[in-house]
């Protein structure tokens, strides 16, 4: 997508061929910055910290961080040790542990004097995938969109947290849609999540939409159960970190509430997602999935900026008192209404989700 013009990715290739440049995103929305990783240790720190955030992003910077591994060593031991760092970075996001198999798998049988252009090659191939999957994920969504604008005209879509195309190469999940609705001439208003601790909603996809020009509104966490009983949401999109071989699915912290307002209030709740954020190991979401805890201190404090445009980071919660920080939780597949996927949309079941393997399999897109 762009900014003030020009193309931008949230990763890209360096031209020196062997470090990448990543837009950092904890500076957002006040400071673009960008950054440059020179070696594994700096992607995994880069993955951890969240420079670099959102389950796509994450699996392409790993499988570039595998790749600057293999630059340095190229032997087994090297390989397998950059596996387990960038793995051990986030838990939740399977995208991580996809790409990561994904690169193993086509290099350890190669002659490690082979392996770190193959794995250059293979990391921006996945990019340039990722790109095309969500691009595709966008025509789907967008016939739910147009059927909604066809009826009533204004169509106000809900989202929750960023997965938009900072959380992906390019296009975003959730977002992608959207996007390809405002340039068809889709009169679309999106009511952006805040997303309490990290902002993503405020700060990111707030920033992504104002930079492409589609109108919107940023929303406490708090507020869409209330729009929905007043008919101001027409359809919610999110995106998943990871959804089970049985359709339950696995986002950032809220989601859950989000679907349940939905559901009470008949709007559709559906989820955008690639196809490899599906974990075919996994049938009970909530059992299952590791969920990531984080500090508390980003629950008691929070980022801004000063009138002046300085940083600022204050605490917000009661002094002496301590704070929990789930980052995900897990929607049951009864309350969504929809998977988005690159390969069409399917029902949130295991039936529905068995015809998307088909699909997979046909395609021989590689299973997490
Ligand atoms: O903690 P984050 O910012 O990495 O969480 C991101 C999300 O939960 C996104 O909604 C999810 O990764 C889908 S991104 C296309």
């Given at each position: 997508?762009?900014?003030?013009?020009?193309?931008?990715?949230?990763?890209?290739?360096?031209?020196?061929?062997?470090?990448?440049?990543?837009?950092d995103?904890?500076?957002?929305?006040?400071?673009?910055?960008?950054?440059?990783?020179?070696?594994?240790d700096?992607?995994?720190?880069?993955?951890?910290?969240?420079?670099?955030r959102?389950?796509?992003?994450?699996?392409?910077?790993?499988?570039?961080?595998?790749?600057?591994?293999?630059?340095?060593?190229?032997?087994d031991a090297a390989?397998?040790?950059?596996?387990?760092?960038?793995?051990?970075?986030?838990?939740?996001?399977?995208?991580l542990?996809?790409?990561?198999?994904?690169?193993?798998?086509?290099?350890?049988?190669?002659?490690?004097?082979e392996?770190?252009?193959?794995?250059?090659?293979l990391?921006?191939?996945?990019?340039?995938?990722?790109?095309?999957?969500?691009?595709?994920?966008?025509?789907?969504?967008?016939?739910?969109?147009?059927?909604?604008?066809?009826?009533k005209?204004r169509?106000?879509?809900?989202?929750?947290?960023n997965?938009?195309?900072?959380?992906t190469?390019?296009?975003?999940t959730?977002?992608?849609?959207?996007?390809?609705?405002?340039?068809?001439?889709?009169d679309?208003?999106?009511w952006?999540?805040e997303?309490?601790?990290?902002?993503?909603?405020?700060?990111?996809?707030?920033?992504?939409?104002?930079?492409?020009?589609?109108?919107?509104?940023?929303?406490?966490?708090?507020?869409?159960?209330?729009?929905?009983?007043?008919g101001?949401?027409?359809?919610?999109?999110?995106?998943?970190?990871?959804?089970?071989?049985t359709?339950?699915?696995?986002?950032?912290?809220?989601t859950?509430?989000?679907?349940?307002?939905?559901?009470?209030?008949n709007?559709?709740?559906?989820?955008?997602?690639?196809?490899?954020?599906?974990d075919?190991?996994?049938?009970?979401?909530?059992?299952?999935?590791?969920i990531e805890?984080?500090?508390?201190?980003e629950?008691?404090?929070?980022?801004?900026?000063?009138?002046?445009?300085?940083?600022?980071?204050?605490r917000?919660?009661?002094?002496?008192?301590?704070?929990?920080?789930?980052?995900?939780?897990?929607?049951?597949?009864?309350?969504?209404?929809g998977?988005?996927?690159?390969?069409?949309?399917?029902?949130?079941?295991?039936?529905?989700l068995a015809?998307?393997?088909?699909?997979?399999?046909?395609?021989?897109?590689?299973?997490?």
């Amino acid at each position: 997508m762009k900014i003030d013009g020009v193309a931008w990715r949230p990763i890209w290739a360096e031209e020196d061929g062997e470090t990448v440049g990543i837009i950092d995103q904890t500076r957002l929305p006040f400071n673009f910055e960008t950054k440059r990783l020179a070696r594994m240790d700096e992607a995994a720190e880069a993955i951890s910290v969240m420079r670099v955030r959102g389950a796509p992003l994450i699996g392409v910077t790993a499988a570039y961080g595998l790749a600057m591994a293999l630059r340095d060593d190229p032997s087994d031991a090297a390989l397998g040790a950059a596996y387990d760092t960038l793995h051990a970075t986030r838990p939740t996001a399977i995208n991580l542990r996809w790409a990561l198999d994904r690169m193993r798998g086509a290099l350890l049988p190669l002659p490690p004097g082979e392996r770190f252009a193959r794995a250059w090659t293979l990391a921006a191939q996945m990019a340039d995938e990722d790109v095309e999957i969500n691009r595709r994920i966008g025509e789907h969504g967008l016939g739910l969109l147009r059927e909604i604008a066809d009826r009533k005209g204004r169509v106000n879509v809900l989202t929750h947290c960023n997965a938009g195309w900072l959380a992906t190469v390019d296009w975003g999940t959730a977002t992608s849609p959207i996007y390809q609705a405002h340039d068809a001439g889709i009169d679309v208003h999106v009511w952006v999540d805040e997303t309490r601790p990290r902002n993503q909603g405020s700060f990111l996809t707030a920033w992504e939409l104002n930079g492409h020009g589609v109108p919107h509104s940023v929303i406490v966490d708090n507020a869409g159960g209330h729009l929905m009983q007043h008919g101001e949401v027409d359809l919610c999109f999110v995106g998943t970190d990871r959804t089970t071989a049985t359709g339950d699915v696995c986002n950032k912290i809220g989601t859950y509430l989000k679907a349940l307002a939905a559901a009470d209030n008949n709007v559709p709740f559906h989820v955008c997602l690639p196809t490899p954020t599906v974990d075919w190991r996994v049938r009970d979401g909530v059992a299952e999935i590791p969920i990531e805890n984080r500090a508390p201190e980003e629950v008691t404090e929070i980022d801004g900026v000063l009138p002046d445009g300085g940083d600022a980071r204050m605490r917000i919660a009661s002094p002496g008192s301590d704070a929990v920080n789930p980052a995900f939780d897990v929607t049951p597949a009864r309350l969504v209404t929809g998977l988005v996927t690159e390969l069409g949309i399917v029902e949130a079941s295991e039936a529905g989700l068995a015809k998307l393997r088909a699909k997979m399999e046909a395609e021989a897109i590689m299973l997490s």
